[in-house]
């Protein structure tokens, strides 16, 4: 029945040809530390994952941002634990981001054939630090609050633009609730559907390019 | 990379794959276990450490030191070393130079090789950015430690912020001498709320001390913050606040603790400052607080400003008292002195005092603890410093805000108008002159005296205010402030106040409670007249609450519904649960009590209703239009109107409450309508029509 079903489908999707190209292609033999890359992925998904969840109960607004995030963490049913793995999965995040870039570098694996996977993975660390930014504020804690003043007024110091994009980022002079919905909207919007491009590109190019290889001495 | 060096790397690629491993199961299996060594992790951080929530952001803390997430340290520690004009350095032009060559990494470096040791620029290059971020977040971790996890904070800032500033913005201007304690406490003025119900007394002070000096506040939380939580010095004495505040490190409760000699350090405007943070200048506050204790709390003085000046300011030197020995007699010395330690020991001393005393001290006794002190006193005369010398103590903001109340509550007693209001709302439970009594709401509950000198001393005004304007629903006191519905305004609620503080330095009861008569049975009309009457008038007219005696409440609810209402209270009104106080049968007996009160009310007629007479004329014009050739319940005769009608009978002689006629006339039918269609009849046609049905019907 199952066969048959798979068949029935396979007639329709191609999806054995789909399977074989991911899960069968051969990889050259290769160490722990290439599992750094899947890890990543798994991290952003659990940051994906708990964030859709955050999302049902944040309030974006500064009456009842730091009331709902209160309320998620002593309230809701493991809301606690929900909070928890999406604040340590941003740090998670960077560091594994940054581990596996490392990786990269040092085995040259940026190289022909793979500049552009290079590339995307240069977008998807900043899309990271910019998750980590406009993240920290949402709590709407003391920490978060002064933590973003300043990192705002820091890119005011660029020459000519830097007050206009001040600007862009409070949404005005000062850090208001306008700040706040921008920080949220970039966050869980604007952030989320330019990773699933890079994501979607960075895998892309990793199945039909092939990982690399450990390079040998001669190499 | 040349072309056939692009071939060659291919060609070696392919090779590698050959010899390979399928990705699934094999590679898939290690990134599952690193992922779920990932996940384990997160799992052990998010229970054992948990996602941080410091206070509320506060945007008028400036004092707080920000810190970014660990992982941008470094940057911010970057910052450090390009100060000044330098800052777009390190800002901007550093880390954009950084992302570029990270970007051009793969145009930067092509050669073909790969191992790491054909590579040593790069890996050198990529080497030293990473160890300098890592010293350069250990640096900025050890210069600036993360903040103590007490967030002592500038706590009152935070209440500030969060209460204070939605409305008010950062800061708010408050003319001197403002009683800004009860103007917190009560939400006196346009939409602000009455704040006692959700601050403490000690957060309002410190609130009352923040607005008004919101320097003096920073000071605290620089000098003081790290040893006194704010509520424990608000509002202090300030006899000791001074000295305290003097001495530094010599005051004696300093003398363990690890204090530099900020007496030196803090300049005599921050000294002022600090002091008007601690004690608000505000009058009320400051007399209820330095002055009460033995001037009581009514303010009676009658005298020019630059006197209470003097008076306050010199404190116990300003005294000139004559020796009174040399014009009383040691008996009438003697009845003095009885009479201040206590007047109700000595009531034949108040012409004595009225005319010797009262010129200088007003009506208020100055108190003494024992006999033999006022003695001395009084026979001796000249300056006693009793009373500090304020003007060594206050600062002078509170000095003229101290001054001003005097002078403005020493004006509008309104201890005629309370009485009045007294008499009207409170008498009935309380007695006329606060002595209690039974419980008219509470069988064999006794009413314990309100003017007792004990009872006033414990409670202070705001105490005083939100009983009469919340009720004690425990008790049976329903709310008579009119923010909670009950009759009473504000300054009404001053003035009984005000009233009850006349009680305190010669309170007119002094019996304990256990005297009072024995309890007596209640009865409806008692409970009425002494609780219900408030509220509804004492015939059920209705005042705040919603008249009673009137067909239209009579037919709007049936008795259980009453016995409902009463039993549980309706929310949002003064209407308390009157079921926690009175037993069912007493409900019982107020609801056919309040069912007598539209009865005897709306029958001013007891004469008969005749059916010729009275109801054919309402039947033939409002009703016979239809109900009559039309089939159904025929309007026209005696005969049709007992028996027609598809649910007849529609009249039930003797019992309009089960008659399908008056409930139709009424609206009350089950999935009914109205009758007629047009609009309810008259009230006075409807209770023909009832009164004939409650009197059986007849064809008269």
Known sequence: MASRLANWLDERLAWRQVWDAIFLRKVPKINWLFTLGSATLFVGVNQAVTGILLTLYYVPTPDHAYNSVQYITTEVTAGWLIRGLHHWGASALVVLTVLHMLRVIFHGAYKYPREVTWWTGVGLLLIVIGFGFTGYLLPWDQKAYWATTVGTRIAEVTPVIGNWILRIMRGGEELSAVTLARFFGVHIWVLPATVLLLVGAHLYLIIHIGISAVPKREE | M???????????????????????????????????????ALLGLAFFVGAPLEERANPADTSYTPRPEWYFLFLFQLLKYFPGRLEVIGAIVLPTIALLLLAALPLLDRSARRHFSSRPLVIAGSSIVVVGIIVLTVLSVVEAPPPAETTQGDQVAALYTENCAPCHGPSISVPMGTNLHSVIALGKHEDMPAWNADLTSDEIDALAGFIQSPGGNQLFTQYCGDCHEVSDLVAGDLLELRRAIDLGAEYDAHDDADISDWSQEITAEQRTSLLNFLAAPDGQRLFALNCSSCHGRSVAYSGDQSDLEVIISQGGLHLDMPPWRDALEASQLDALARYVVDPSSEPGATDLFASYCAACHGERVPQSENFDTAREAIATGGAHELMPVWGEILTSEQLAALVNYTLDAAQGAGIDF????????????????????????????????????????TRDDVTLRAIISQGQPNFGMSPFGSAYGGPLDDDEIDAIVALMRSWEDNPPVEFPPEVVVPPVPLSAEDIYDAVCSQCHGPAGEGLVGPELAGEAFASMYSDQELFAIIDRGRETTAMIAWGEILTSEQIDQLVFFIRGLSESQDTPTPSAASFSNDVVPILQAKCAVCHGSLGGWNADGYENVMTTGDNAPVVIPGDPQESLLAQWLLGTVPQGGLMPPSGMLPQDEIRLILDWIAEGALDN
């Open chain 2, 2 to 40: 040349k072309e056939e060096e692009k071939k060659e790397y291919l060609e070696r690629y392919e090779e590698e794959k050959k010899k390979g491993v399928p990705f699934y199961p094999n590679i898939l299996f290690k990134d599952a276990i690193v992922s779920l060594i990932m996940f384990v």
């Open chain 2, 418 to 457: 309370g009485q009045q209001l007294f008499a009207q709302n409170c008498a009935s439970c309380h007695g006329d002159f606060g002595e209690g009594g039974p419980n008219p709401a509470l069988q064999g509950d006794i009413i314990a005296p309100i003017s007792t000198a004990e009872y006033l001393t």
